[in-house]
């Protein structure tokens, strides 16, 4: 079993950051790509970034140069730097990992909220 744990969301200000942060643990043999995905009241959820084990990273283009995703794979942690927040960025933030535990599967978080006010 692979649970998954996000933080770091809150209430931040237009223009602000914040930092969340997503931690794997459980019977984990390896993992491939992380990444984050957000859903607003009422919207679908959306892509935002991936990361492979090797680094490599692609971003949405609605999040592109404003936010940075990285990963800690001795931790198998994944972060999601927001930066220049807008008030259409609040929704929940829930992370995934591409993992091994019995099976290859994709593995959510239960989410994590981030309000952005004007």
């Known amino acids: 079993q692979v649970q998954l744990v996000e933080s770091g969301g809150g209430l931040v200000q237009a223009g602000g950051s914040l930092r969340l942060s997503c931690a794997a643990s459980?019977?984990?043999?390896?993992?491939?790509?992380m990444g984050w995905y957000r859903q607003a009241p009422g919207k679908q959820r959306e892509f935002l970034a991936a990361?492979?084990?090797?680094?490599?990273?692609n971003y949405a283009d609605s999040v592109k140069g404003r936010f940075t995703i990285s990963r800690d794979n001795a931790k198998n942690t994944v972060y999601l730097q927001t930066n220049t927040l807008k008030q259409e960025d609040t929704a929940d933030y829930y992370c995934?990992?591409?993992?091994?535990?019995?099976?290859?599967?994709?593995?959510w978080g239960q989410g994590t909220q981030v309000t952005v006010s004007s």
């Open positions: 995934f990992a591409d993992a091994l535990a019995t099976v290859w599967d994709d593995y």
């Open positions: 459980g019977s984990i043999f390896s993992i491939n790509a």
């Open positions: 990361i492979t084990k090797g680094g490599s990273a």
